[in-house]
Structures are given as structure tokens and as C-alpha cells.
């Protein structure tokens, strides 16, 4: 059974239906957790009911098979105030591990719903009330100021002497977005799974429920996994989570694969599809961010720091909020997913007065944005794999006509920028990209985006990676290194570090 797509039985209670008082009971069988949640949420906060009527709403979970993880909303409003209120309880139904939170928020707009639920599921860390206020209140990316002092950063140590290794690797770019679609070639059954452009890390896990809803279809317990990237690991784990028997066939593994010369960022609508095409992805996607973003949570102070939470500073020659700047001409237009569907999930930024900001440019805020150390991540999921029982097996397929040598029935094809060649499926774009790694720094815990100065630069425990954007590297598949674009880019970030204020 497939966690993200069984039906699930819920019991709604709402004092409020159609703007009245009394009392309704509604059952709603065979939705999705995303379906109850648009379907009481759009009924109660975005009809604009009157402020005067008071709210309470359980939801109780009758069926929740991934980790029988029940959630109750109590929403109160306070009409002396004429402002609503709402307490969330999240409790887990796993035993020793309940946990309960309170949450009071200003309600009242009409996405209230997606975001009391993403924060619901992803603020999981009782005692940050103020924290979680912001998380739900906020219209993102409007900044809030002076919650938490800037402390002393250490400097990036960003001189060419300290680079330890250029990568670049290629982003499996698709218009519409990432193909995940079920075809027959004979007697197998093939669940296309590749083109997640520049957000693979980050969407892997939703993306393989998505898969794997196909897979289901097919009734085989016994399935091959073809590549062992970033999208093959965590659809072959999320499979055997799911309790599928899992062979990965790859042409090469982990640290070979494109997927480890990635930065390491959540950045889930990085060239994930195409303006054009976003309104018909647009669902897919935010099912697919929300479950990953879930899944990362769960990833987070495990040994190794596989994912890790680290502030970033976003630096800017001129003030923040003025439209979008573009800086590939050549480049499509890419939609702001995020920001129109899971505004919830993204911290809030802080923005830093002049008198706080340490850094010799105008202006500076801080966030806070979930890091992947790939490599700690990467060998997190291989060890699930194999104490899951799973086979490794090196193996390269030349062809579609090799999908009937594999002697499982269903296959799943994660064989990202490769699926090009394999299927000859020019509907996959390269977009090149290139990293520097400088010497870790365990001292240094943030990081920066300078977007003016074409420089960014992440704490990786395994390194600091920095990056600057480079023209051309749409359509370009070339994997050669360019030595220079990595000097140039730490020479960029030594230049910030130069003015930084360390006291
Ligand atoms: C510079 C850069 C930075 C990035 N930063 C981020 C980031 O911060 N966050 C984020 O979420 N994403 C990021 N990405 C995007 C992310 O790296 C990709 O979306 C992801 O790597 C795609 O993973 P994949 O498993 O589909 O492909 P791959 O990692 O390429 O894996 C494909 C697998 O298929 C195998 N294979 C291919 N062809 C065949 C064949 N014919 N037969 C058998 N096996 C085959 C390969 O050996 C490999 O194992 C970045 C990408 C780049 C280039």
C-alpha cells in the first residue's frame, strides 16, 4: 500500500458550516490528507464568514497507514478581539512518542488551511510559539524584524588554496515537469520516473509516492529500480517502506552519479517545470513538496546530519520585495510554485536593520533553509536499502529493448538526464552546473545568497559549496570542468567576507 494516496476515513465536526452556528458532521471517505484539508479549509476560511461566529473543527484519523499519526484542529476565535484564533494539536498515535502542540494564530485568510497543516505536520518542536505564529501568519516572503540578534559569524575562509574539489553536473530539465507515467513495453510494466530538473534531492520523496502509486497498479510485490541517483535511492527505500521486494540495476553508484555533484539545498521549484506548464503540475507538485518536506523532517538531528536546518543570509544591492530579476534571458520563465502553494513551508525572513546587518552590503536578511549533506544522506539511504534486504546490481541498459532482460515484471526507470539516450527522449533538457568545495569549517554555521554579486555558498559539513550562475548552461549536457567560473566564484565570496563585521 502506498502511504500518500490510501484512502483514509475522517470525521469533521464544525460548528460553522455555511456561516451558521450549529452543529455538522460530515463524513468524507476516500479523500487524501491534501483533499480533506482544501475541503474543510476552503469551506471554513475562505468564505469570509462573518468574524462573530465562533469556530471548532476535530478532525479525527481513523486510517493513517504511514505511522498511524493522528492530528486534531481546535479553532476558537476570539471575538472580543475580533480576530480569530486558532490552537492546533498534533498528536502522534505512535506510543511513547506523543507529542501535543498549542498553537494560537490570527487567522482569517484564505490559504489558512494549507498553512496550519504544513505547519501542523512540519513544526513538530513544541516550544516555539512565537516561531510557529510567524510560520502560519505571515504572507511569505513579507519580512518580520527583530526577533533573534544576528550572532558573531566567523568568516568563510574563501581563497583558491582552500578549494578541495569542482564539480559539475547536469539537471535533468523537463517543461512540464518531471515524467512520471506508467508504460508498457511487452510484458513489463515501466513507471517513468526522471526530469527533476535542479530539485531532485528535494522532491524525492513525494515524487516516489507518486511513483509508487503507479507501481501499485501493476500488482507486482517484486520490482526493479533502474539508477541510483538521488530519485532511484529514495524510490527504491520508499518502496521497500511500503514492503515491496527491491532490485536497483544502475550503470553507476553513489558517489558517480550526477546526484552527488548536487548542492544540497531545498529548492524544490528550481527548474521544476516551465511557466507554461505549471497549471497543470501545479497539484502534482505541491503534493509532492509537502510529502518531501514531511519526510525531511523527519531526517533532521539524526547522526550524520543528513538534513540539517542552517541560516542563510540573502544579501542585495537594492531593497527587497521589487519584482523578480531575471538573469538568464535564455532561460524559460519559471513559476513561483512556493510562493502560490506552500508559502507554510518556508521560514519567514527576518529582515536586518543597518545597525544589525554584518555584512558591507545594503541590505541582508536571514532565513533558515534545510541543508542536505549529500554524502552523510546518501549513505543513510544505501544502509536503509541493504538492511531492507535490498540488491545492488551494476548494470547499464543500451535501450528500451533491455527492459525484458531484467527479470522483474515492473521496472521503475530513475535514470534521470541517462533516460535521454536510453528512451531517446528529447523532451529532457541538460542544465549544466558547476560547484567549488572549500575545506569544511565546522564554525561556520550559515550560509549566503548574494544574488548581485552571482554568489552562494552553503555550510556543508563535508565542505562549504559555492556556486555563482554561469550563461549557457541551459542545453548545455558538457561536463567539463571550467576552472575559472569556481575561482571566479570563490574570489566573489571572499570579497563578502572581507566586509564582514565579525563582532
Ligand atoms: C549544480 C547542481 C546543483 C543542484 N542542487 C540541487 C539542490 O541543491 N537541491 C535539489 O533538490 N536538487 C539539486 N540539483 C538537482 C538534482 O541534483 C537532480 O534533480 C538530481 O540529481 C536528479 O537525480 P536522478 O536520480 O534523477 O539522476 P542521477 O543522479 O543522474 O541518477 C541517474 C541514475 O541512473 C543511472 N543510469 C542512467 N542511465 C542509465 C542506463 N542507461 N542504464 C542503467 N543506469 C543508468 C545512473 O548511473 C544513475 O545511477 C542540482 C543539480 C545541479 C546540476
Redesign the pocket.
Known amino acids: 500500500m502506498v502511504a500518500s494516496t490510501s484512502p483514509i476515513t475522517h470525521q469533521i465536526e464544525s460548528p460553522f458550516d455555511n456561516g451558521e452556528e450549529g452543529r455538522e458532521i460530515k463524513h468524507l471517505e476516500n479523500l487524501t490528507r491534501a483533499d480533506l484539508a482544501s475541503t474543510w479549509f476552503d469551506r471554513s476560511f475562505a468564505s469570509n464568514r462573518p468574524h462573530s461566529c465562533p469556530a471548532h473543527l476535530q478532525l479525527k484519523r481513523h486510517a493513517m497507514p504511514e505511522a498511524g499519526l493522528f492530528f486534531a484542529f481546535y479553532l476558537r476565535k476570539t471575538t472580543s478581539t475580533h480576530r480569530e484564533t486558532a490552537s492546533v494539536h498534533v498528536r502522534s498515535a505512535i506510543p511513547q512518542a506523543e507529542t501535543a502542540m498549542n498553537l494560537n494564530a490570527h487567522l482569517g485568510r484564505r490559504a489558512f488551511f494549507r498553512r496550519a497543516v504544513g505547519a501542523g505536520l512540519a513544526l513538530t518542536a513544541a516550544g516555539h510559539g512565537h516561531a510557529q505564529r510567524s510560520a502560519i501568519e505571515r504572507t511569505w516572503p513579507a519580512p518580520v524584524t527583530g526577533l533573534r540578534p544576528v550572532p558573531a559569524l566567523q568568516p568563510m575562509e574563501a581563497t583558491a588554496d582552500r578549494i578541495i574539489a569542482m564539480n ?5 530539465f523537463r517543461a512540464k515537469g518531471p515524467r512520471i507515467e506508467l508504460e508498457s513495453f511487452g510484458r513489463k510494466q515501466v513507471v517513468h520516473h ?1 526530469g ?8 524525492a520523496w513525494g515524487s516516489a509516492a507518486e511513483a509508487l502509486a503507479l507501481v501499485e497498479t501493476t500488482g507486482r510485490r517484486e520490482i526493479a529500480v ?8 529514495t524510490t527504491a527505500v520508499a518502496a521497500q517502506r511500503a514492503g515491496y521486494a527491491v532490485t536497483i ?5 553513489p558517489p ?13 521549484e ?1 527548474r521544476i517545470c516551465t511557466e507554461e506548464h505549471a497549471p497543470a503540475f501545479a497539484d502534482r507538485w505541491e503534493r509532492m513538496t509537502r510529502r518531501s518536506h514531511w519526510q525531511h523532517q523527519h531526517l533532521l538531528g539524526l547522526p550524520g546530519h543528513p538534513v540539517e536546518h542552517q541560516d542563510i543570509y540573502q544579501l542585495s544591492d537594492i531593497p527587497f520585495g521589487g519584482p523578480p530579476r531575471i538573469r538568464y534571458p535564455d532561460e524559460p520563465s519559471y513559476p513561483r510554485l512556493g510562493r502560490e502553494r506552500t508559502p507554510d513551508l518556508e521560514p519567514t525572513p527576518v529582515e536586518l536593520d543597518a545597525d544589525q546587518n554584518p555584512f558591507k552590503v545594503p541590505f541582508a536578511r536571514r532565513t533558515s533553509l534545510l541543508l ?1 549533506n549529500i554524502s552523510s544522506y546518501t549513505q543513510l539511504l544505501l544502509n536503509e536499502f541493504t538492511r531492507l534486504g535490498g540488491q545492488l546490481k551494476i ?4 535501450g528500451p529493448g533491455d527492459f525484458s532482460k531484467l527479470r522483474e515484471r515492473t521496472l521503475v526507470n ?6 535521454r ?2 528512451l531517446g527522449d528529447d523532451s529532457l533538457v541538460p ?5 567549488a568545495k572549500l575545506i569544511p569549517q565546522p564554525e561556520v554555521s550559515y550560509g549566503i545568497r548574494y544574488w548581485d554579486a552571482n554568489v552562494y555558498a552553503y555550510p556543508r559539513r563535508d565542505g562549504i559549496l559555492v ?1 555563482s550562475g554561469a550563461d549557457g548552461d541551459f542545453g548545455n549536457a558538457s561536463e567539463a570542468l571550467d576552472p575559472q567560473e569556481s575561482l571566479t566564484a570563490v574570489a566573489r565570496l571572499n570579497a563578502v567576507m572581507q566586509g564582514l563585521q565579525t563582532d
Open positions: 559539475v553536473c547536469t539537471r535533468p526522471y527533476h530538473g535542479g530539485s531532485g534531492w528535494s522532491l533502474i539508477g541510483c541517483g538521488a530519485i532511484g535511492l540495476y544502475s550503470r553507476e553508484l558517480d552519479v550526477q546526484s552527488s555533484n548536487a548542492t544540497g539545498v531545498w529548492s524544490p528550481s542536505f548494470r547499464e541498459l543500451d530513475c535514470t534521470g538526464y541517462g533516460a539516450q536510453l542544465v549544466r552546473g558547476q560547484t556556486q
